[in-house]
Nanobody, 124 residues
């Protein structure tokens, strides 16, 4: 069982930066691939970024590639999402998720555990 709690969301101007954190409890964090997803108002939840169990492999959605960086610190049971050059279209609730496998996945249904989400609002 893994419990996930996101933090770090907020209001930022376009071009600004935010760093999201996801604190995980449970003994399996270090062997779980992790991901970030987001859901904008009136839209389906979508994939943002994923990282394998060791942090050595990452995958990004085309819309955030080059601007966002996913990372993890297994010694602290924490997942991060550094978001730079933010755009108004990045406004959404951001969720972290954990899966039982060790490899990355872009598919929501491959993740078993989800956080409650943190709001990111980017003003123009």
């Amino acid at each position: 069982q893994v419990q996930l709690v996101e933090s770090g969301g907020g209001l930022v101007q376009a071009g600004g930066s935010l760093r999201l954190s996801c604190a995980a409890s449970g003994r399996t964090f270090g062997s779980s691939a992790m991901g970030w997803f987001r859901q904008a108002p009136g839209k389906e939840r979508e994939f943002v970024a994923a990282i394998n169990w060791s942090g050595g492999i990452t995958t990004y959605a085309d819309s955030v590639k080059g601007r966002f960086t996913i990372s993890r610190d297994n010694s602290k049971n924490t997942l991060y999402l550094q978001m730079n050059s933010l755009k108004p279209e990045d406004t959404a609730v951001y969720y972290c998720a954990a899966r039982s496998g060790t490899s990355t996945s872009v598919y929501q249904n491959s993740y078993s555990y989800w956080g409650q989400g943190t709001q990111v609002t980017v003003s123009s």
